[in-house]
């Protein structure tokens, strides 16, 4: 069963196709990775796992995986820069906000920036319209009427959708980044504890935005498992991100 093909990032030339039951399918060989540590089965001839991490500090996730197949004698290669058509006109006016400030549950709440609240308020007082996306346990506390809380109203495929309307979006390193950076919104993506060079978009019109602390990232030190004050996120105030991106990306109206 695979995803409509409606769906807005499905147009975007990298993606072929978007599979939902996918170990159901025969396949020559799957290849799983180190940080997937998943216990699903594969209907494969071959199945390999990459338990061990990689010195990801010179290696994007993407160049990481075709380097693998690669390995195996495939052939396999990362576009430098992909060109995207935009599936939907998009207002002039008032200029639409996404937000994802996800990534929760156990160390991956430490990816989380704590003040997108208040980021958002200073947005939305700015006249901008600001949508929150994620699941049900990644809603902001905000009463606003320029604010529309989407966290855990939409399915995955419509979360797609709705994103793509959205003039700019800003995430912490997340999953919905990467739909933003493929769908070649404008982005701002927040870095704190995790490899900008393992995780971060490859889209031209992405932007990331770090601490730069002597400590900073700590992914894959035993830093990461005991830091318990994330100073790194904690120390990037509102009004910087504010003048960052609204200098970076010339956001006016």
């Given at each position: 069963m695979t995803w409509p093909s409606s769906l807005s990032i499905l147009k975007s030339p990298i993606v072929n196709n978007i599979l939902s039951e996918y170990t159901q399918q025969q396949y020559d060989k799957v290849f799983v990775t180190h940080w997937g540590k998943s216990t699903l089965t594969y209907n494969a001839t071959e199945v390999h796992y990459n338990t061990s991490a990689p010195q990801f500090?010179?290696?994007h996730e993407i160049d990481h995986n075709m380097r693998l197949i690669r390995e195996q004698g495939y052939n396999a290669t990362t576009p430098d820069q992909y060109?995207?058509?935009?599936?939907?006109?998009?207002?002039t006016f008032p200029k639409v906000i996404g937000l994802h400030w996800g990534c929760f549950g156990g160390v991956w709440e430490k990816k989380k920036y704590p003040y997108f609240a208040s980021l958002a308020y200073e947005l939305m007082e700015r006249g901008f319209i600001v949508k929150n996306f994620g699941n049900d346990?990644?809603?902001?506390?905000?009463?606003?009427?320029n604010y529309i809380e989407l966290a855990g109203v939409l399915s995955l495929q419509d979360?797609?959708?709705?994103l793509s309307s959205c003039n700019y979006f800003i995430a912490n390193d997340s999953g919905l980044m990467h739909v933003a950076d493929a769908l070649q919104i404008p982005l701002v993506a927040i870095f704190g504890p995790t490899l900008v060079t393992k995780n971060r978009?490859?889209?031209?019109?992405s932007k990331v935005l770090?601490?730069?602390l002597p400590c900073e990232p700590c992914q894959y030190t035993n830093n990461f498992?005991?830091?318990?004050?994330?100073?790194?996120?904690?120390?990037?105030?509102p009004n910087v991100i504010l003048e960052y991106i609204t200098t970076t990306l010339k956001w006016d109206h």
């Open positions: 500090h010179n290696e060109v995207y058509v935009d599936p939907q006109p998009k207002a346990k990644e809603k902001l506390p905000l009463d606003h009427p979360t797609i959708n709705e978009p490859v889209s031209s019109t770090v601490g730069n498992n005991t830091c318990s004050k994330n100073i790194c996120l904690t120390l990037m105030l």
